[in-house]
């Protein structure tokens, strides 16, 4: 993918969106000056460059229940056994980000669980279990701290 160039009006737009996805096209195009009309065709032109990657709605986790964040260093016997081991880890729910790494870990992963019993048995029971992982490491977040984008 190549970078792409944005202009001022470019910036305007997506910085509304960033704040609000959900940010009525008329209110973005009253605030530039510019048509509705003018504003979905670049949201258009921005989605087909593949700068827009979509809009979703962010659920807050600790109003289902799910107050422990932790981050887990997967050791793998042997790179070869990535990939089957990320196949085994997209079937386990908790599991929300998943990370090909250097240094130690062949794998970091980030989970989301209810309490502390929970990822224990989530470790033990499903990430552990995984053929081809040795042993796993795990940092359990304490607070998260900054949660942002790239500016725009």
């Given at each position: 993918?190549?970078t792409?160039?944005?202009?001022?009006?470019?910036?305007?737009?997506?910085?509304?969106?960033?704040?609000?996805?959900?940010?009525?096209?008329?209110?973005?195009?009253?605030?530039?000056?510019?048509?509705?009309?003018?504003?979905?065709?670049?949201?258009?032109?921005?989605?087909?460059?593949?700068?827009?990657?979509?809009?979703?709605?962010?659920?807050?986790?600790?109003?289902?229940?799910?107050?422990?964040?932790?981050?887990?260093?997967?050791?793998l016997?042997?790179?070869?056994?990535?990939?089957?081991?990320?196949?085994?880890?997209?079937?386990?729910?908790?599991?929300?980000?998943?990370?090909?790494?250097?240094?130690?870990?062949?794998?970091?992963?980030?989970?989301?669980?209810?309490?502390?019993?929970?990822?224990?048995?989530?470790?033990?029971?499903?990430?552990?279990?995984?053929?081809?992982?040795s042993?796993?490491?795990?940092?359990?977040?304490?607070?998260?701290?900054?949660?942002?984008?790239?500016?725009?």
């Amino acid at each position: 993918m190549s970078t792409i160039s944005i202009d001022g009006i470019d910036k305007i737009i997506l910085r509304s969106l960033m704040k609000d996805a959900r940010t009525p096209v008329l209110e973005i195009s009253r605030n530039v000056g510019i048509s509705g009309a003018a504003i979905h065709q670049r949201l258009r032109k921005l989605e087909k460059s593949g700068l827009i990657s979509g809009s979703k709605f962010v659920i807050n986790p600790k109003a289902m229940g799910y107050k422990t964040m932790a981050f887990v260093g997967v050791f793998l016997e042997k790179a070869k056994n990535n990939s089957d081991a990320v196949r085994q880890l997209k079937r386990i729910p908790e599991v929300l980000e998943c990370h090909y790494t250097t240094g130690d870990w062949s794998i970091l992963i980030k989970i989301l669980c209810k309490d502390n019993e929970h990822l224990m048995s989530v470790l033990n029971k499903n990430i552990q279990g995984i053929s081809g992982v040795s042993r796993t490491e795990t940092f359990i977040s304490l607070d998260q701290q900054i949660d942002r984008q790239i500016k725009i």
